[in-house]
């Protein structure tokens, strides 16, 4: 794993906000900044850097010492603290954060209705992905928009193709249709770090039915 920070770092800093960055671009305190993510008004840290320290003492032994070095953020969370600072300019932040909830549950059921798909199994599992974070590793952009690209690509991607049939083709049709889905998915999410790539839905999914279907 030690051997992974050093491109792990990279990524998280060309990708994210540190806390101490997203609070500068925001105009408020990190400890605003924590004050909101605690009370869920804002989307949740996505990473997460910490350390562990083998501390060795002759009376007891050994023992490890954790500690926090930072925080990481989408850099859309910056919108998200915009609009909950505006409504804290009139209500209490456990007010902010139910017209938050309240606000997130109406644009998602307009647009993902009873939709079931292989990232999101409904409201409740969508609203904890925006909370601990989830939502900001896979979106470019943490919004009701940006999930809906990504997972109704993703479920178009999967009505089209036969991965586990090697005769499967597709007409010409379903191939535009299948390119246009590759596209919606490529403009939402975001690139994965090196130890998430091998799981992730892109190299999984998107990517296996673009070199079958796809590359000529």
């Not at 309240?102 to 599992?125: R, S, Y």
């Not at 925006?130 to 991607?157: H, P, V, Y």
């Not at 490529?186 to 090196?194: G, N, V």
């Amino acid at each position: 794993m030690q051997e992974l920070m050093p491109s792990i770092m990279e990524y998280l800093e060309a990708e994210y906000l540190s806390l101490s960055r997203l609070a500068k671009t925001a105009k408020i305190t990190t400890d605003r900044v924590k004050e909101l993510e605690e009370t869920q008004c804002i989307p949740g840290h996505s990473y997460a850097i910490s350390r562990a320290a083998s501390v060795i003492c002759t009376l007891k032994g050994a023992y490890t010492e954790n500690s926090e070095l930072d925080k990481f953020y989408n850099p859309s969370i910056v919108k998200w603290i915009e609009r909950a600072e505006s409504l804290a300019k009139d209500l209490s932040l456990t007010d902010v954060a139910m017209q938050i909830r309240n606000e997130f549950n109406q644009e998602f059921n307009k647009v993902f209705g009873h939709t079931i798909t292989p990232g999101c199994k409904g409201l409740d599992h969508a609203w904890r992905y925006f909370i601990n974070g989830t939502w900001g590793i896979c979106l470019k952009d943490i919004s009701i928009a940006c999930m809906a690209n990504k997972e109704m690509s993703r479920l178009k991607i999967a009505s089209l193709v036969k991965m586990n049939d090697a005769a499967h083709e597709l007409s010409k049709v379903e191939k535009l249709e299948l390119q246009e889905a590759v596209n919606t998915y490529e403009s939402a999410t975001k690139l994965f770090p090196p130890h998430l790539l091998p799981t992730c839905s892109r190299t999984c999914e998107v990517e296996p039915a673009v070199r079958k279907y796809l590359l000529d």
